[in-house]
């Protein structure tokens, strides 16, 4: 069950950001916290989401150390994305209950966990290996892009979950 749900929804302004060479200097940041009330079978598809994300957070993380132990090389963004893309094509369940930005955001915490792993020269050990998520370490899951979530009067659309 999930104990505490809130979603925060962080916006991300940027005036002029295509002709300004100070970029960073125009952003803006405003987030907003929301008290969430899913019914039932809500909750459900929300926890049996975190469930599927966890799980293929763990499988490309370990496909993921073992190419970097093989090969040395750690791969990009999108080449993680293109992974996962695999990895669920696999899995017609996970296709269909989850979201497929909420799937590509597990590449993106995937590469930032891998950023600062690499082989000790000496040992040829691997340093800051990245932990392995269970249960109750994968707790959320995020739409990367706007597309997936949105306001309908008063109440959250989420994508493949409904209206909170």
Known sequence: MIDNLNVVIIYLKTLHSFMNPREEEDKHYKSVLYKLYP??????????????CGSLYNTVL?????????????????????????????????KKKVYSTCRRNVATRIHR?????????????????????????????????????GFEGKKLHLSKIGDL
């Open 39 to 52: 019914n039932s079978s809500q909750e459900k598809i929300m926890e049996e989401t975190v469930g599927h």
């Open 62 to 94: 370990n496909d993921e150390i073992e190419n970097f132990l093989k090969t040395g090389k750690k791969r990009s963004v999108f080449d993680l994305k293109k992974r996962i893309t695999r990895f669920c094509n696999d899995s017609p369940e996970m």
């Open 113 to 149: 966990a891998m950023k600062g792993c690499y082989i000790d020269l000496k040992t040829g050990e691997l340093m800051h290996k990245p932990r392995f998520k269970s249960e109750n370490r994968y707790d959320s899951f995020c739409y990367e892009e706007p597309k997936g979530f």
